[in-house]
């Protein structure tokens, strides 16, 4: 039996669907406290979006659906099978409207994020230095309140920032829904996973 970690949260519904769709799982099931869940021939775990690559990796779970925002934060060691080309997101930097100009003008920002690395890494490639505040949510409220100057976050439809009074200043990239695999579970159960993965990119 394939294990299978799905991400609890915005990228449930859609992955679900996607499933249905296809014709992988023939019921669907909702999102609830239960963390492990049997339909039909496959075991879901139902995981933290960040926690899925880690269950992936360990082999835990055989595949896993994840956004491609994790895999650039963790670059975890599996194998992306394919784009789902759902859950589309953007990467962005954001911050007060005000702020722009010393955005695009300072040598030296202080930014908040869930995502260091990602962050790290496209500052450093502008050339920028900066100083990362990690946080694990409610990034939005960092610049409200001066704990930091910009955020990294991932944006779906703009609402959260708008409600804050940021804005997107710039765009670092889009992230869609990835499906991962485990490196022994491709070589121990290839057939069964090359069959899920033909359904998915029909």
Do not use: H, W
């Not at 360990?58 to 934060?73: R, W």
């Not at 490639?125 to 955020?151: H, M, N, Q, T, Y």
């Amino acid at each position: 039996m394939l294990r299978i970690a799905l991400p609890k949260g915005r990228l449930f519904e859609e992955a679900q669907s996607l499933l249905l769709e296809k014709g992988i799982i023939e019921e669907g099931f909702e999102e609830s406290r239960k963390l492990s869940l049997r339909v039909g021939q496959f075991e879901f775990l139902l995981v933290k979006p960040f926690d899925v690559p880690v269950y992936v990796e360990n082999g835990v779970a055989d595949l896993g659906i994840v956004g491609k925002d994790v895999l650039l934060e963790r670059r975890p060691d599996l194998y992306v099978a394919c784009d789902l080309k759902i859950g589309f997101c953007k990467i962005v930097v954001a911050g007060k409207e005000e702020a722009k100009q010393k955005y695009f003008n300072s040598s030296f920002l202080k930014v908040a994020t869930k995502y260091p690395r990602i962050a790290q890494e496209f500052f450093s490639e502008k050339g920028v230095k900066c100083k990362i505040v990690p946080l694990s949510g409610s990034v939005e409220l960092a610049p409200l309140i001066g704990l930091s100057d910009f955020i990294v976050d991932l944006v779906q439809t703009g609402r959260t920032l708008k409600e804050n009074n940021l804005v997107v200043i710039e765009e670092i990239t889009s992230s869609t829904a990835m499906l991962v695999c485990n490196r022994a579970s491709y070589r121990n159960m290839r057939e069964e996973i090359l069959s899920i993965v033909n359904k998915l990119v029909v």
